[in-house]
């Protein structure tokens, strides 16, 4: 009978698949999103190709006392290790601020700061987890010139931490790098124009896309997946 | 007769709980009226979804609210017209996410809550949460932008965590599609950020 079969295949289905899907593994995590550390260099399209990184660039994980820039646990995450990859240097003074950013919270044992063997700046997690902004300054006297600078955050109720590392030349001019060029700067909303991602669109810009014609709802930059189609508040179809 | 189906479906699925393969009778949705055609569907999401599917959207429905309340902080306080423009984009289109969205967990017929408990079991305290949110609304000035972006570019970091994930494990083209877009739209957003931060 038509009805049991179905009955059976929807039966049938269910068991053999019940402890398929994984729990997610524990996500989570940070790094310094300044000055620029190698993984947010990857995130933010700087240094391209990094695989890993580029997507994740919280998820630089490892145990505990590694000495590299690479956290150990994923293997796409190795380009980090390769000082090849035209990382940008920041020039900084011997006084450097940075600031991290998180995922998710730990409970934070401490934070370590590394040039070669020496750690140059260590802050105390008092077991605590993180609240934003977090920003540490460290002194740097007695460096000079291109340096990396590992910054490392110990997990309190792991084994793991998370590493960072910064590319930074110490005396440099300046306390900023030359950004890099950008193509979000203003322009006039264009008239007619094929719609294009990582373009600056006012309100009202009109773009023809999929060929249809739409304008623009809110002023934004236009990004991979934000297409007029899949993206009807920001596009209105005309 | 197709009530009998439903009925052992249902019951198979209470059976099976977390980790099952649900399949809806098609055109049915979640209350089995399978006549009923008088709703226009919205962006809909065919039935057929296993449990990685309604993980992800749940936990996205949870996401999404709360990247909305920091946007609608930043539309208002924040000190450059580019953020600014960054979190009214993302306000918007995260509420159009998120009324999709609440539309595929209707018909699936499965609850809208539940998705911060299962963050909490998918890695720990999350990043944001109304206190946290508070918080930020009390900075201005400088220090709510470096607050901002920051809370904002690891949000839609672990955004981009979840999409990876639900390409990998989930079934419902809909919404692995979905998580592609989710993949590409927040990484090009920590981008924006990401450079915004490094240059002050």
């Given at each position: 009978?038509?009805?049991?079969?179905?009955?059976?295949?929807?039966?049938?289905a269910?068991?053999?698949?019940?402890?398929i899907t994984?729990?997610?593994?524990a996500?989570?995590?940070?790094y310094?999103?300044?000055?620029?550390?190698?993984?947010?260099q990857?995130?933010?399209?700087v240094?391209k190709n990094?695989g890993?990184?580029e997507?994740?660039?919280?998820?630089?994980?490892?145990?505990?006392?590694r000495?590299d820039?690479?956290?150990?646990?994923?293997?796409?995450?190795?380009?980090?290790?390769?000082?090849?990859r035209?990382?940008?240097?920041?020039?900084?003074?011997?006084?450097?601020?940075?600031?991290?950013?998180?995922t998710?919270?730990?409970?934070?044992?401490?934070?370590?700061y590394?040039?070669?063997?020496?750690?140059v700046?260590?802050?105390?997690?008092?077991?605590?987890?993180?609240?934003?902004?977090?920003?540490?300054?460290?002194?740097?006297?007695?460096?000079?010139?291109?340096?990396?600078?590992?910054?490392?955050?110990?997990?309190?109720d792991?084994?793991?931490?998370?590493?960072?590392?910064?590319?930074i030349?110490?005396?440099g001019?300046g306390?900023?790098?030359?950004?890099?060029?950008?193509?979000?700067?203003?322009?006039p909303?264009?008239?007619?124009?094929?719609?294009a991602?990582?373009t600056?669109?006012a309100?009202?810009?009109?773009?023809?896309y999929?060929?249809?014609?739409?304008?623009?709802?809110?002023g934004h930059?236009?990004?991979?997946g934000?297409?007029?189609?899949?993206?009807?508040?920001?596009?209105?179809?005309? | 007769m197709?009530?009998?189906?439903?009925a052992?479906?249902?019951a198979?699925?209470?059976?099976?709980?977390?980790?099952?393969e649900a399949?809806?009778?098609?055109?049915?949705?979640?209350?089995?009226?399978g006549?009923?055609?008088a709703?226009?569907?919205?962006?809909a999401?065919?039935?057929?979804?296993?449990?990685?599917?309604?993980?992800?959207?749940?936990?996205?429905v949870d996401?999404?609210?709360?990247?909305?309340s920091?946007?609608?902080?930043?539309?208002?306080?924040?000190?450059?017209?580019?953020?600014?423009?960054l979190?009214?984009?993302?306000?918007?289109t995260q509420r159009?996410?998120?009324?999709?969205?609440?539309?595929?967990?209707?018909?699936?017929?499965?609850?809208e809550?539940?998705?911060?408990?299962?963050?909490?079991?998918h890695?720990?305290?999350?990043?944001?949460?109304?206190?946290?949110?508070?918080?930020?609304?009390?900075?201005?000035?400088?220090?709510?932008d470096?607050?901002f972006?920051?809370?904002?570019t690891?949000?839609?970091g672990?955004?981009?965590?979840?999409?990876?994930?639900?390409?990998?494990?989930?079934?419902?083209?809909e919404?692995?599609?979905?998580?592609?877009?989710v993949?590409?739209?927040?990484q090009?957003?920590?981008q924006?950020?990401l450079?915004a931060?490094?240059?002050?």
């Amino acid at each position: 009978m038509k009805l049991t079969r179905k009955a059976a295949l929807v039966m049938a289905a269910v068991p053999a698949i019940v402890f398929i899907t994984p729990v997610g593994s524990a996500s989570a995590h940070g790094y310094v999103s300044s000055p620029p550390s190698r993984q947010a260099q990857c995130a933010s399209g700087v240094v391209k190709n990094c695989g890993g990184p580029e997507w994740e660039p919280q998820s630089n994980e490892g145990d505990k006392g590694r000495t590299d820039c690479w956290g150990g646990d994923r293997l796409d995450f190795q380009v980090l290790n390769d000082d090849s990859r035209g990382w940008q240097a920041t020039n900084v003074g011997t006084s450097l601020t940075m600031t991290w950013t998180f995922t998710a919270r730990h409970r934070t044992r401490d934070y370590e700061y590394f040039i070669g063997g020496t750690r140059v700046g260590y802050v105390n997690g008092n077991n605590a987890a993180p609240v934003d902004p977090v920003q540490h300054t460290i002194n740097l006297s007695g460096f000079s010139g291109r340096q990396k600078l590992r910054a490392v955050w110990n997990i309190g109720d792991t084994v793991k931490a998370f590493y960072s590392c910064m590319d930074i030349n110490i005396g440099g001019t300046g306390g900023n790098p030359t950004p890099p060029p950008t193509t979000t700067n203003p322009t006039p909303p264009p008239v007619g124009g094929t719609w294009a991602p990582n373009t600056a669109y006012a309100t009202g810009a009109t773009v023809t896309y999929g060929g249809s014609s739409y304008r623009c709802l809110q002023g934004h930059t236009s990004l991979t997946g934000w297409e007029p189609p899949n993206a009807a508040s920001l596009w209105q179809k005309i | 007769m197709k009530r009998l189906v439903i009925a052992i479906a249902a019951a198979v699925l209470a059976l099976a709980g977390c980790g099952g393969e649900a399949i809806v009778p098609e055109g049915q949705g979640a209350h089995g009226h399978g006549a009923n055609s008088a709703a226009p569907p919205p962006p809909a999401a065919s039935s057929r979804f296993n449990d990685a599917d309604v993980t992800f959207v749940q936990m996205m429905v949870d996401h999404l609210q709360l990247g909305i309340s920091l946007s609608q902080l930043a539309m208002a306080k924040a000190t450059k017209q580019e953020t600014k423009d960054l979190a009214g984009a993302i306000n918007t289109t995260q509420r159009e996410e998120l009324s999709m969205l609440k539309s595929w967990l209707k018909l699936w017929g499965k609850p809208e809550q539940g998705g911060a408990n299962l963050h909490v079991q998918h890695g720990g305290q999350p990043l944001l949460d109304d206190k946290v949110i508070n918080d930020t609304k009390e900075k201005s000035g400088a220090e709510f932008d470096l607050a901002f972006l920051n809370l904002m570019t690891g949000h839609q970091g672990a955004a981009v965590e979840m999409a990876l994930t639900e390409k990998k494990d989930g079934q419902n083209p809909e919404t692995t599609a979905y998580a592609e877009r989710v993949a590409n739209t927040r990484q090009g957003q920590i981008q924006q950020m990401l450079k915004a931060i490094s240059e002050p």
